[in-house]
């Protein structure tokens, strides 16, 4: 496994990404790992995400049509960057923002001074709205009002070729928005391994929880994320991946697809 090629996290079910630690490395989708940015490098990543809906998950988790007619659909996209900085050894920052730099994401990773096959690591962020609009605290949809995030990460290596990454993040808003929403939880993990030499192939499983002051409103999404990472080159990563909602309550259920290029430079 390559260990000084970092890629970002491309989660297409936008609510899940929007509430996680923002502008830090992954090492395989929309899972981050223990393992930082190498120190004094830095990884400049622009991306692309797509998504299409023609359905929600109910309050019941039932699944209910979107249009009375089956030729309509709702689209998702996102454009952005990120930049991450090892800072130092074991220690890294970052900032990811969309091309109109409507927000802003900070955040922090650090891994644990331990060795062997398991490794672990910490991580907190800040998100925020930057843009060009009016926005009142109290009177915002959840995915723009400022939140701070923390959580923890877990590595695995079982062999050379296949490793696991595991993380999980409690995001508590500044502001109740007027829908009652204030926190979040997310899970995610990954299941990567090399089927052939410098291209790893990718699984993974997303899980976020939205609550609200109102229970009936608390929203929850389970999603399967499978992608490939392609390593051939040296000092870049191309990232393809495409999550389905397998399951959730209040939420949409969506298809989606992500690119990515993870750029090293020293």
């Known amino acids: 496994m390559k260990k000084f090629f970092i890629l970002s996290s491309i989660l297409l ?41 023609t359905s929600i998950f109910d309050l019941d988790g039932n699944t209910q049509e979107l249009f009375l007619s089956s030729d309509s659909s709702q689209f998702f996209s996102s454009t952005g960057f990120r930049f991450s900085y090892g800072l130092a050894e074991n220690l890294e ?17 650090y891994k644990l001074p ?20 009016i926005y009142v605290r109290r009177n915002a949809v959840h995915e723009s009002t400022s939140a701070v995030v923390g959580g923890v990460i877990m ?48 699984t993974g499983f997303n899980y976020s929880y939205i609550g609200h002051e109102v229970s009936e409103n608390n929203a929850h999404l ?28 209040n939420e949409y259920k969506t298809i989606g697809f992500g690119l990515a290029l993870t750029i090293i430079l020293d």
């Open 222 to 249: 389970l999603t399967v994320n499978p992608g490939i990472a392609i390593e051939k080159a040296e000092n870049f990563i191309l990232v393809l991946n495409s999550p389905i909602d397998l399951m959730g309550k």
């Open 13 to 53: 079910t936008f609510n899940y990404a929007i509430g996680q630690v923002s502008g830090l490395s992954a090492s395989k989708l929309g899972t981050l790992c223990t393992v930082t940015v190498p120190a004094q490098t830095i990884e400049f990543e622009p991306f692309f995400e797509y998504a299409t809906s």
């Open 114 to 133: 331990l060795d062997g096959n398991l490794t672990l690591g910490i991580l907190a962020g800040y998100n925020s709205i930057v843009g060009n609009d």
């Open 93 to 109: 920052i970052g900032v990811s923002l969309p091309v109109d730099v409507s927000t802003v994401g900070f955040g922090a990773k």
């Open 155 to 202: 590595t695995y290596e079982f062999t050379e070729k296949f490793s696991f990454d595991f993380n999980a993040q409690y995001q508590k808003h500044l502001n109740t928005t007027d829908a009652g929403h204030d926190q979040g939880l997310f899970l995610g993990s990954d299941f990567g391994y090399y089927l052939i030499e410098n291209v790893n192939f990718i």
